[in-house]
């Protein structure tokens, strides 16, 4: 089942042969490490037996890995059509398993792929990572089946995702993240890895959705709604932001700022301020 993808020629010779380039405007950078790539397909957890959604696959490099990590079907959500030339060889040497979708990942509906619980493993565009993710976290606490989530990042959105109080780092990506799932960086990774070379360094973000926590959360709206409030104007004391609270209901003087506030004393403002 491997055999096949494991004869295509190698990425960077097949974007040679296509004529194509790294696009800034769809924040591709793209990756042919091998050993990289499958480091992160091989990290998504029970790839043999579960669907697999990947955005932004660019030349295929990690949806090769995915399809030789063994999952037995991906579906690849890719913006840029110039790409298809690539991917229809990958979709063809897959026994079936590939599905390449061409639209914008923000506005497709991934349940009408009929996948059931499903995973993502992504080398996110830059430019629309952290906007996905928020997405993905509102579909998670509204019911869809997402088992994991196996993501690249910049290093500084993935310290915002895996930050707790009084980090540097932490914010409303945080709290969102830690209310609804559990979150680890699994490594870094070099730019060096990546082609255009990006000035950043990146991330692999491993967030598994936890049922326990998803269950106490009241509304994931009233939760984003607290958090941009709060941390739009992180620089100011509480009772400043929402002024004519007890803040001792809540174990609080007032005083505090939002970057020491917890998760959970978010959810509990979110439950009953707004």
Avoid at 146 to 152: C, E, F, K, N, Q
Avoid at 205 to 211: A, F, G, H, T
Wanted: glycine residues 8%.
């Amino acid at each position: 089942m491997t055999d096949m993808i494991s004869s295509l020629p190698p990425v960077s010779a097949m974007m040679r042969e296509c004529g194509l380039e790294p696009k800034k405007q769809f924040g591709q950078n793209f990756l042919f490490d091998l050993n990289l790539t499958g480091r992160i397909a091989n990290s998504v957890p029970d790839i043999h037996d579960i669907p697999v959604v990947e955005v932004g696959p660019g030349p295929g490099g990690l949806t090769r890995a995915i399809l030789l990590a063994g999952a037995p079907r991906v579906i690849a959500v890719e913006k840029d059509i110039t790409t298809r030339p690539i991917l229809s060889q990958i979709e063809s040497a897959s026994s079936g398993r590939l599905s390449v979708v061409y639209g914008d990942a923000l506005r497709v509906n991934f349940a009408e792929f009929g996948l059931g619980r499903y995973a993502i493993c992504a080398n996110l565009p830059y430019n629309v990572g952290t906007e996905l993710l928020i997405g993905w976290l509102q579909k998670i606490a509204n019911g869809e089946p997402i088992a994991s989530l196996t993501l690249m990042f910049q290093r500084e959105v993935a310290l915002r995702i895996t930050s707790r109080p009084g980090d540097e780092h932490y914010g409303r990506l945080a709290v969102l993240t830690s209310l609804i799932a559990d979150a680890r960086i699994l490594f870094d990774v070099p730019n060096t890895a990546f082609v255009p070379r990006p000035r950043v360094q990146s991330a692999v973000v491993q967030i598994i959705p936890n049922p326990a926590k998803i269950a106490r959360l009241d509304d994931i709206s009233k939760l984003e709604q607290i958090t941009a409030k709060l941390f739009g104007q992180r620089r100011k004391m509480i009772r400043s932001i929402i002024p004519n609270v007890d803040w001792s209901v809540y174990g609080l003087t007032g005083t505090e700022r939002a970057e020491v506030l917890s998760p959970e004393t978010f959810a509990l403002l979110a439950k009953n301020l707004i």
